[in-house]
Structures are given as C-alpha cells and as structure tokens.
C-alpha cells in the first residue's frame, strides 16, 4: 500500500476520533441531565454538586476536552433574545446644537459679537454669520478649534463661516460608544445568573443580547436592566471623617451571613490607616445595593453612596482574617459622595481624550468640559482643592483623583495614580470609554425582541430530530438500492460528514438552533450530489469498458472540478448569510458552511479511499 | 446495475427549449407583477410589529382570542391563527403594533401628565423636558425616557421633589402604565412603560382568567420596530444581490462570460418564480425565508454548474465541426442521471422537514422543496440555452469587430 494511501487513513482516524473527543461532553451532558429545566439551568451549578454526579473518569479529564460543549440555541432551549441599536445621530445634533451655543458664548466672552448662527443636521455643520467680516478669522484660528476637537474648518464665504463634523469624529464616536455600551450591558447581565449569557456587536452599531434558559418571570426585569441608559455625573468624595464615622454606624448594622465583610486597611496612599475605619465590602453589588437601602435613613441629606469595584486579592487587608478572598473573585464596596454641589454631568463633557505626562511619561485622561461646565468646574475645584473628585457612571465611582489646584477653562487632567504604565494606560483607555459614551448620551433602542418559552423549544427539538431522522433514512436507503455497497459508502461518508459539522460547531461555540438543523437537512440532500457525480461518472467510465481500478480513478479525477466549482459557489451564498444573518439565520449559514467542506473532504478522502481499498480486495468486480 | 437514465439517452432538450425557456421567463414576470400587485405577506421582522405565541390551558377557541385582540384598540391590524392542530389552544397573534406608546398617546399623556403635576404642586411645575416624537417612525417611542419638571415663570420651585409614587399615579392615571424613579443627581424622572408584553398578559388574564397561565402562557414573542423591519428587508434584497454578483464574478473566473450571466440568469428566474409562489399562497415572508432563497440559490448554481463543467469538458473534446448546439444537448443527457438523482435525494431530505415542522421552519422548507423543482428545471431550461444565446451574441459581436476592422483598413487604404 502507497504511502499516501495510509496518510488518508491515519488522517480520517484522527478526525473520527477528535470529532468524537470534542462531541463527548456534548453526549454526556445529553444523557445525564436530559431534563434540566429553566430554574435549575439558572442557578450556576459548580461542579460536583450536580444529581446525578458526573462520573469520575469524566471529571478527570482535561478541562479544555469538558469545556466545549454544543450548546442548544435560543429557539431550542427558550431564552430571550434582544436586539438594540445605539442611536448616535440624535446624539450628534445634540451636540452640535451645543457647540454651537458655546461657540457664540466663547466670542462674546473675546468681544465678538455674532449676528447669527444656524445649525445643519441634515450635512452635521454649523454655520456662523459674523457682524464683521474681519473678525471671521478668530474663529478659523487654530487654536480656537483645537479647543473644539469635533469640528474642522469647511469654508468661509463673505461673513459666514461653516465648520463641519471632523471626518473621523463621527466613526470614533459610533465605535466607543458601542463598544462601552457592550461592556455595561454585560455588567448588568451579569447579575442575572443565566448560565452562557451573550452580548455582542452586530452590524457595527447594534447590540445584540442572548440570555438563553431566561425563566419568563424574569424577563421584564432583565428588559429593564440592559436598557437603562447610563449616566456619566461628577460629584465630590466626601470627608473622610464623615465617611469613617458613617460606614462604623452602616457596619454595625451588617445581618448575619448576609455575604457583606468588613475589615479595618487602607486603600490610597492618602488613606490614613485607623483601626477603627470600617469599610464595607461584598461581593455583590446587588447584596450591597439592598443593603444601603435598608439603612437609607442613616445617610445623611445631601450624600449619596456610591459603588466601586475593588480586586480583594490585591487588597488582602480590606477583609477579616478568616475570610477567604478566593472565594471573592470581583468584590464591590461603597463610597460615600456629596450631592449638595452644582450638578456637573456627562453631556457637559465635550472630548476626553488619553494623554501623556512628558516629564514622567504616565498616561492620564485629559477632558474638555463646555462652557458651562468648565465654569461649574473651576468654581467647584476653588472651594476644595484637596478634596477627591468622584467620577460616576450610573452609580458605579469609576476614578476619584485628587483636586490639586483650582482648574480655569474647563481643561481637566485625571491621573490614574498608582500601577505599572501598562495598568494605568488600561484604566485610562477605559476612563475616556466611559467618558466618551457616557458623554455622548446615546441611548440605545430596542430593534426587536424574541422571547422563546421552552416548550415551544422542546416541542421543535424533537420534530427538528424526527424530520432529520427520517430524511437521512430516505438518503440511505435510496442510495443504497441505487448504488448498492457504493451506496453504502455514500452513506458512511455522510456519517462522518454529519459527525464532522457537529464537531466543528463544538469547537467553534455555535449553538444549534433550528435553521441550524435544517442546514443539516440540507447539507444531508446535498453532500450526497458529491458521491452521484462521482458515481456516475464511475459507471459512465465502466461503460467505456474501463477496469475498476481505472474507472474509479478516471470518475474522481473528473469529477474533481465539478465538485469543487459548484461547493465553492454555494459556500459563497452561505458566507453572504453569515454576513446578513443575525442569530438563527447565521446558525444556518455556520453549518451550511461548514457542511460544504466536510462534503468536499469526505467525497474526495473518505469515499476514494473506501473505494480503493475495494478494489484491492477484488479488483474485478464492482458493485455501483 | 439499476439505472434512472439508460446509457445514450438522447432527448432533443435543446432543439425544444423554446417554448418552456418562455414560459418560464413568463412565470418569473409574472412573479415580480404578483409581488408588486399583492404585495408579499411581510412577517414581524420585515415590517415591525409583534408576534406573541400564546397557549392557553384549557380549551379556547380561536374566534375568543381574535375578538379580544381585534376589538381592542390598542393593538393595530390583527391577525390570528393557530399553531399544530386545533386542540393544542396555541395560538400565533400577529400585530403591526411595536409599542403601544405611539406619538398621539404620548401627547395626550404629556397633556393629562402636566395638568396633574400643576394642580399636585399648587400651580408652581410643569413640564420641562419630555421625550421628543418622531410620527415618521411609526412606533414613535420605544423604551425609556427622562421628564423633568421647571418651575414656572416666576414661581420659587418646591424644596422637594415629587416622591416617586405619587409620580406613578400621576403617569397611571394619565393613561401610562410605566414605573417610575427619581434620579436625584440630575433632577429628572425616570419613566420605563410596561412594554407590550406586559400589556397582553394583562389583558389575557384579565378576559381568560385561570386558562390562561400569566408570564407562562407566553410561548414567544417577537418585537420589532417599523422602522427597523425596513432596514431588514433591504438587508435582505441587498444580501441576495450580493450573493448573485459574486457567483457571476466567481464563474466569470471559472469558466468564461458565456457561462457566467446565463447561470445568474437561470437563478434569478429561479428566485423570482419561487418567490411568485410565496407571495400568492400567502407565505409569511420572515428572515428564515431569506436563508431558504439563499440556499436554493446555492442548489441551483450547484446544478448549473454541475452541467457547465460537462458542456465545457465536451466543447474540449468535440470534433470541429460539431454544432456547440448537439454538445450542449449531450452534455445535458449525461448530467440528467445526476441531475434527477440529486434532487430526489435533497428532496427525500427536506421533505419530512416540510411535513413534521411548524412554524417559519415549515415554510423553510416548503418553499426549499418547490425551489428546488423549479431550481432543477430551469439549470437544463434556461441555464443552458442563455449559454448558447450568449455564445451566438459574442460570436457576433467578434465578427461585426472583425467586418468594422477590415472596413477601417480599407478606408485606411484608400
């Protein structure tokens, strides 16, 4: 035998068995927990504690041989699917018409008096009608516009000069805002407890959400939860005596076993250690939110609690001793924060952008407020150099840098502090995310929604199997009474044909949804097309008397373009899917796709290699 | 050896294509006057509105459930029809209503909202900001919105806010069901109305009462905006464009450019033929239906091409002389074994899917199942004859170059 005869072998053997070793925790979980219903599903069973408990050689394998498991699509499995788009237009003309107000503010704070601007939403340009026409240059100076970094220079006609949106502005806009939106839907989500919950850009500005095994009671809830549009405030971290001496009273409130710790340490260099200060810390922020609740008449008027993420591993002092922080993977804790201060909130943030210091080349974000703002700002920062800023997003203190001086202008340096450059650019990109988006308040609309009861699911599962068992009976026994022991290859090549796409769709994380099975289907009725070409041209070959061996070396080398041709351009059609899809549609397109190369390996590797290991056995006779 | 087509078949596909080449070209006008004259039947995702799957747990008749919807004025042209057989109380109701929040509801709730909030205050509030309307966009407004509330002109504002729910009242009253909160950094309101959902539980509750489960009576929903249902459907039309344009460059490439706008052609009168079906018996036009034009398109030009390939390896290996006529008829008679086989065996796949599914994934494949018919009879029918007819029109086009040529040469010389 040809050396490249046992290659095809040992390559077919290694995929049947890596197929198999990628589908077997898919089968497990298939028959030993083939009735998990919703609620269960949601409460993030570890292992170990599951009934009936995984069997030991199982749990011995590898983690990356358990982790891939073919999941059961929304549509299978009931969940709920949603689907949004972040208006950013609406919050371009927002801010148009305001730089357009601050612009006229800024001349009139140098001596120049505007007769008149307009704002075009239709082209996103301003236009500004000067009383003199020598005057029009003030505004084209570049240092007035670099004070206004969404607009660039268009024209100037006689008095009337148009500024436009900078070319960029628009798409790094679209970019970060969807992009931060995406990571504060994810947050939320997270409080949800759904098993494999999914948050993703599609179609470069709609974000699309997958809560899958979703019990109904909870869809309202999770409805209202992702689409709350996110609020960027500042406000001013209050003294720190006051906060000691309200976080003592909160702490002694703490129930029992209510998952909140407290512990004496510091957090800031500026912190002053005292035994006696009691932070309170937990691990969720839901338990902490009830928490504050509870005990909301102790806050005082005027101060609000906010909440910040802190990493206890790092912060091993924040927690008693016989707590186990590893058990506390992202812990929140509270932050006491005044709100008796002129409001000062994120649509008063006109850019921020990330910057570096020169002299010690540590990032920090730089912020150009309005006008407004940079004048709430500097009266603001001369009243409490000294004092901590507090920076929110919603009611989460993403930085708190300290106020050195009083700032004039509205131009706001926020340095990050402590850490390695690498940590601290991290914490600075996200900062100008959050700033930008939060900023720009785009609101997100809901496009469409899909609420999939797992009955309905259920009730699909089975017709879905039904109609492929009975499709691929159909194949097979046509086949073979056509084509008889070639048949019968045909039939095993589609085996292998269908165990390779749900191997793939394993390994790539897809979830089989219902057009995903009827992509099987599909693929089923089409791989076979592969093996008639071939066959036919077979026999066409033994007409013309050649001998077997000839005839199916001739049939295969023939039918090589064909195959190739005609798959390739299917495969287009199924990528121009996988482009246009969007959930259930892209699952079709996924496994058509992928049962296209599989069509082609298995009739030119699989089936060759069957029949040439016939011919050795009886090289005069063929049965097709 | 069992065979479909004997061996030297010769049946003159050919010489008589004429009549059925137009007869299909016909149908495939006919289909685009038929989805221009009755328009197709737009599921939720391609023209917004909502599709709620209900179930109910005792027996309830169809007529009930359509008398509740289409008698309530909050839910826009209604329609419904039940899933699986009659006793499975399961019903589809479909609606063009996304929101029940459309433009002259929030008007008449900002009206009745400002009234109240003046008269609770003593005369000192009214409204300051309030959600802008869109009526282009059907739906007007989705989700949620901010209100805050200004003293008016010379008025001292109170010291405290409205407490939350007395806000609640207020909107309840005002015909909103919403919940509200108060946001006390930026001073505003914070409204979510209860979306459709919530409004239909309620409504079956109320009229079916123990029959009817609450959250659990809710097999599906769909949402979809107006406005984002048309997005859809040019996304769709876009993608088939796309798919068509790509196969033309990818054959263009392969083969030559006889082969490639006579293979784009047949599946477009594929498409259309089909698509002149779907719109006459009423198929609800959803994105799955997308995905099921999309793959007919990959069947069809997988049958095409299967012929191409032969038409080609005989135009390489005919004697010279021969009409490209008789190459291509044969090249079509050796195919058919292969041609017929495939789809009975495509066919003997999706059809049980056609049988045993329901829903969109029935229609998926009902409609696979006719296409494919169809697909089969247009890659002997019109693939194959537009290749001889483009083979006639760029032969003579090469000769009219050649006469103009030697016309030019001529006029040269003299």
């Known amino acids: ?624 | 050896m069992f065979t479909m087509i004997k061996p030297n078949t010769k049946i003159p596909f050919i010489p008589n294509h004429k009549p059925v080449l137009i007869s299909l070209v016909v149908l495939a006008f006919a289909g685009i006057l038929l989805a221009f004259i009755m328009g197709p039947n737009w599921g939720t995702s391609f023209q917004g509105g909502t599709s709620i799957t209900l179930h109910f747990k005792g027996n309830v008749p169809i007529e009930r459930v359509r008398e509740e919807f289409v008698n309530d004025p909050r839910f826009e042209s209604v329609s419904v029809q039940s899933v699986g057989n009659e006793a499975s109380n399961r019903y589809v109701v479909r609606t063009r209503t996304s929101t029940t929040l459309n433009c002259t509801k929030l008007e008449e709730v900002k009206n009745a909202v400002d009234a109240s909030v003046a008269s609770e205050s003593g005369n000192v509030l009214k409204i300051g900001q309030w959600p802008a309307c869109n009526p282009k966009v059907e739906d007007g407004i989705r989700g949620d919105f901010f209100v805050t509330f200004v003293p008016l002109e010379g008025k001292q504002a109170p010291e405290s806010p409205i407490e939350e729910v007395k806000m609640k009242d207020i909107f309840v009253k005002a015909g909103l069901d919403a919940d509200v909160s108060y946001e006390s950094g930026a001073k505003r309101y914070l409204v979510k109305p209860k979306g459709i959902q919530s409004e239909v539980v309620d409504l079956m509750n109320q009229k079916f009462g123990d029959n009817f489960e609450g959250e659990k009576g809710i097999d599906q929903i769909d949402t979809v905006g107006a406005d984002v249902g048309e997005k859809f459907r040019t996304d769709a039309i876009v993608s088939i464009l796309v798919a068509l344009g790509l196969m033309l460059l990818y054959i263009g490439i392969r083969f030559d450019t006889r082969y490639a706008p006579s293979a784009v052609i047949s599946l477009t009168v594929t498409t259309l033929i089909t698509f002149g079906i779907v719109v006459l018996f009423r198929f609800e036009v959803t994105l799955e239906t997308v995905a099921a034009f999309l793959s007919l398109v990959g069947y069809g030009i997988n049958d095409t091409i299967v012929t191409f390939d032969r038409v080609r390896e005989n135009v390489g290996l005919a004697e010279p002389g021969v009409p490209l006529d008789n190459i291509v008829n044969k090249a079509i008679n050796e195919c058919l074994s292969r041609t017929i086989i495939t789809s009975i065996t495509t066919l003997g796949a999706i059809i049980p899917m056609a049988i045993k599914a329901t829903g969109a994934t029935q229609d998926f494949a009902i409609i696979m199942t006719i296409g494919i018919c169809i697909a089969t009879f247009n890659s002997i029918f019109v693939s194959c004859p537009m290749f001889l007819y483009f083979d006639k029109w760029f032969k003579g086009m090469a000769k009219r170059n050649e006469l103009r040529k030697e016309i030019a040469d001529l006029n040269a010389e003299a």
């Not at chain 1, 929110?392 to 340096?413: A, H, T």
């Not at chain 1, 495969?571 to 899917?577: D, S």
Request: hydrophobic content about 45%; some cysteine; overall charge negative.
């Open chain 1, 1 to 624: 035998m040809s050396r490249s005869w046992w290659l095809r072998i040992a390559l077919l053997a290694f995929l049947i068995v890596f197929s198999c070793a990628i589908l077997m925790p898919t089968v497990v979980e298939m028959v030993l927990y083939p009735e998990e219903t919703e609620d269960v599903a949601n409460d993030n069973i570890e292992e170990g504690v599951r009934n009936p408990p995984l069997p030991e050689w199982y749990t011995e394998l590898p983690k990356w041989m358990r982790s891939k498991t073919l999941s059961l699509g929304l549509d299978l499995q009931g969940g709920l699917m949603l689907r949004y788009s972040v208006d950013i237009d609406s919050a371009i003309d927002d801010k148009l018409a305001s730089n357009a107000a601050n612009i006229r503010a800024e001349l009139a704070n140098i001596g120049v008096d505007l007769e008149d601007y307009n704002v075009d939403r239709e082209n996103n340009q301003l236009s500004f009608i000067f009383k003199d026409v020598n005057e029009t240059g003030k505004i084209t100076d570049s240092n007035f516009l670099d004070n206004h970094p969404m607009l660039a220079y268009v024209k100037t006609v006689d008095r009337t000069v148009t500024l436009g949106l900078r070319e960029n502005y628009f798409k790094e806009v679209e970019e970060s805002a969807v992009q931060s939106a995406v990571e504060i839907i994810r947050e939320r989500i997270d409080g949800l407890g759904v098993a494999q919950p999914t948050v993703r850009v599609e179609a470069g500005r709609n974000i699309a959400v997958e809560l899958p095994g979703l019990s109904r009671s909870r869809v309202a809830a999770a409805e209202k939860l992702i689409s709350t549009t996110a609020v960027l405030t500042f406000k001013l971290v209050a003294d720190r005596s006051e906060s000691i001496s309200l976080f003592t009273t909160l702490s002694q409130n703490i129930p029992e076993n209510s998952g909140i710790y407290t512990g004496g340490g510091t957090l800031r260099a500026d912190d002053v250690i005292d035994p006696a200060t009691k932070r309170v810390v937990s691990s969720g922020k839901d338990i902490l939110k009830k928490f504050v609740r509870d005990n909301e008449k102790i806050i005082p008027n005027g101060r609000d609690i906010a909440y910040e993420k802190v990493d206890l591993r790092e912060r091993r002092m924040e927690v008693a001793e016989d707590v186990d922080v590893n058990t506390l993977p992202t812990s929140w804790r509270i932050r006491l924060v005044r709100t008796d201060l002129p409001a000062l909130s994120g649509d008063n943030v006109e850019a921020a952008y990330p910057a570096s210091n020169p002299d010690t080349n540590m990032p920090y974000v730089s912020l150009k407020l309005d006008h407004v703002g940079g004048d709430t700002f500097y009266d603001i920062t001369k009243e409490h150099v000294g004092d901590q800023l507090a920076i929110l997003m919603d009611d989460v203190l993403v930085s708190d840098p300290v106020i050195r001086s009083e700032i004039p202008g509205g131009n706001v340096s926020i340095e990050m502090g402590r850490g390695s450059r690498q940590d601290t650019l991290t914490e600075v990109n996200n900062l100008v995310v959050s700033l930008r988006s939060g900023a720009l308040p785009a609101p997100i609309r809901q496009e469409y929604k899909t609420l999939v009861g797992p009955s309905l699911g259920k009730d699909s599962i089975e017709t879905g199997m039904e109609s492929l068992i009975i499709g691929f009976c159909i194949v097979f026994g046509f086949m073979i009474i056509y084509y008889h022991i070639s048949g019968v290859f045909a039939a095993f090549a589609l085996m292998f044909n269908v165990l390779f796409i749900m191997a793939g769709m394993a390994s790539m994380g897809a979830a089989l949804t219902m057009p995903g099975i009827a992509g099987v289907v599909l693929t089923v009725g089409m791989a076979v097309d592969s093996n008639v070409i071939v066959f036919e041209r077979i026999r066409e070959e033994l007409r013309n008397s050649e001998t077997p061996r000839k005839a199916i070396h001739m049939g295969f080398d023939k039918a090589l373009w064909a195959i190739l041709d005609s798959n390739i351009t299917t495969a287009v059609a199924a990528l121009v899917l996988m482009n246009f899809g969007s959930g259930p549609v892209k699952g079709f397109a996924v496994t058509l796709l992928l049962g296209i190369i599989a069509t082609v390996y298995t009739a030119f590797f699989v089936t060759r290699t069957m029949f040439e290991l016939k011919v050795r056995i009886s090289p005069d006779k063929m049965s097709i």
